[in-house]
């Protein structure tokens, strides 16, 4: 097993990650990292998926265990801040638009730029994808993503396990033996320890891609190793 990584190599990387993702514009955020792992973010983005995106940087690292998203979203002082019914409509267009998400069960409400998403979706990749994209609509501040999920067909909690423990087995990329997998009634839970992020994600989207799920809970906990 690697060296635990000392807070100030953690740093550095994050900042380096940040500076190479052409997506953040990175010069507001300022990170701070404690020695057990945890990166915090702290500053302004100008809108919500970078906000997201910034997170998924600094979990990238090698070392990093949490981060903690405190960033908080701005408009650029050049940019006109569009009404809260502006923003809906927008979002709105956008789902009908999109084949990837049926968006006929749901329901957009935007209050002081924090987007609610109400309704019914068929499955948690739609519910994500809906979030996804509303993310980038400036004027979007924070989202509550209160999408309910109601799959199509009726898979036992026993076929989701299995299904999920098969697709766990079959990735080349996953060595996580010491991982668990518990269904009840839908919902998955996934407990044990991960090397690294990107095991704890690929471990985590492969539950939210599988027939039958209506939620995901993770206590996976990450090393902060590789």
Sequence with gaps: MANKRSAEDIKKDVYSQLAWDNRVGNTNI???VTDDGTVILTGMVANYADRSEAEEDAYSVTGVRYVDNRLTVSLP????????????????????WNPTVNASGIRV?????????TGNVDSIWQKRRAEELAEHIAGV???????????????SDEEIRSDILGTIARNTFIDAPGVEVGVENGTVILSGIVDNYM???????????????????????ITGYR
């Design 109 to 117: 409400i935007v209050t002081k730029g924090i987007l609610t998403l």
């Design 141 to 155: 501040i924070g989202v509550e993503n209160q999408l309910t999920v109601r799959p199509v067909g009726g898979l």
């Design 30 to 32: 300022v990170v701070d």
């Design 77 to 96: 002082p050049s940019f006109p801040v569009p009404g809260d019914d502006d923003i809906a409509a927008q979002i709105e267009r956008l789902l009908e």
């Design 199 to 221: 095991t704890y994600r690929t471990i985590l989207d492969i539950a939210n891609n599988t027939n039958g799920v209506i939620e995901v809970r993770s206590e996976l906990a």
